[in-house]
């Protein structure tokens, strides 16, 4: 395994790769990796020759009152982990090389950047999609592994890469648990140990909802009701929206008649959590 901070170097290597037709697997990742991160990486090793994950916690995508200076960074441990799970290079690059003096070029994905997670977290998207736009170029991969966990950043990124015609396929592989439901993230370290079992409201909220679309309820509004009930009666939690969205635009739907998505965004103490979960007929 190659770890590799220049994104000139990195894309010379790639060239290689490509010139003897041998598939990228591209994990863009922010680090303090756990199993959700490793399925991708693992996926991307059974689906193509080479796999390609970058570790870089993206200023850009945080806000001013945000966690970026506390946002876990085990690197030693990341590095063990990438190495284990056959990861061919390592991409961690800083900031200074990825923003350098005088950078001025964003990627906004309009409308749907702003709505859901984007009404609490303004220029969030912008950052991901600036930052996931400079990946996809540095490592030009054939296919770009991201995690359901965070459905509106998937959505988002599919966007951009169909407006911008980025030759890229995309794989959203499902949200990795813990036995008791809880979805895994990097801010999870965040949460005292009654916060986690506060935590657990987000999975029970959205299997309550499951249920009640599996026993004939249709009523967006009376299933959003039910949730935001459930998870008030959590004295840490603090809903900050619940939704449920059609798949593409993510536009909030009345009837469960269709695919759409249940999403949730949740403060436990201080840390905001998400959470959703697909509904399909087919
Ligand atoms: P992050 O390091 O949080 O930026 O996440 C990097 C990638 O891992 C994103 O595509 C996430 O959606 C994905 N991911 C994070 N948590 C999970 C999880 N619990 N299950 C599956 N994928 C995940």
Avoid: W
Avoid at 56 to 70: A, C, I, R
Avoid at 244 to 264: A, H, P, S, T, Y
Wanted: net charge positive; charged share 25%; hydrophobic share 40%.
């Amino acid at each position: 395994m190659r770890v590799i901070r220049d994104p000139g170097k990195l894309n010379r290597l790639l060239k290689g790769v490509r010139r003897s037709a041998r598939s990228i697997g591209f994990v863009p990742t922010m680090g303090a990796l756990h199993p959700g991160h490793l399925s991708l990486i693992k996926q991307a090793g059974r689906d193509n020759d080479t796999v390609v994950v970058s570790i870089f916690v993206n200023p850009t995508q945080f806000g001013s009152q945000e966690d970026l200076n506390k946002y876990p960074r085990p690197l030693k441990n990341d590095l063990a982990l990438c190495r284990k799970a056959r990861v061919d290079l390592v991409f961690l690059p800083d900031s200074k090389i990825m923003y350098p003096e005088g950078f001025a070029t964003f990627v906004n994905v309009e409308k749907l950047g702003d709505i859901l997670c984007g009404t609490s977290r303004p220029g969030h998207f912008r950052g991901v999609a600036t930052v996931v736009a400079k990946l996809l170029n540095i490592v030009a991969p054939d296919v770009l592994y991201l995690g359901q966990k965070d459905a509106q950043q998937s959505v988002i990124i599919a966007r951009m890469i169909k407006d911008l015609n980025f030759p890229v396929k995309i794989r959203v592989l499902p949200t990795v648990r813990q036995k008791d439901g809880l979805a895994l993230s990097s801010r999870n370290v965040y949460l005292n140990e009654d916060q986690k079992l506060d935590a657990l409201v987000l999975s029970k909220a959205l299997c309550l909802a499951k249920s009640l679309i599996d026993h004939g309820q249709t009523d967006a509004s009376r299933i959003i009701n039910r949730i935001k009930e459930l998870i008030g009666k959590k004295k840490q939690a603090r809903i900050d929206y619940v939704a449920i969205v059609d798949l593409e635009k993510l536009r909030q739907i009345k009837k469960i008649n269709q695919d759409c998505m249940i999403c949730l965004a949740v403060k436990i103490g201080k840390t905001r959590l998400i959470d959703n979960c697909l509904i399909t007929y087919d």
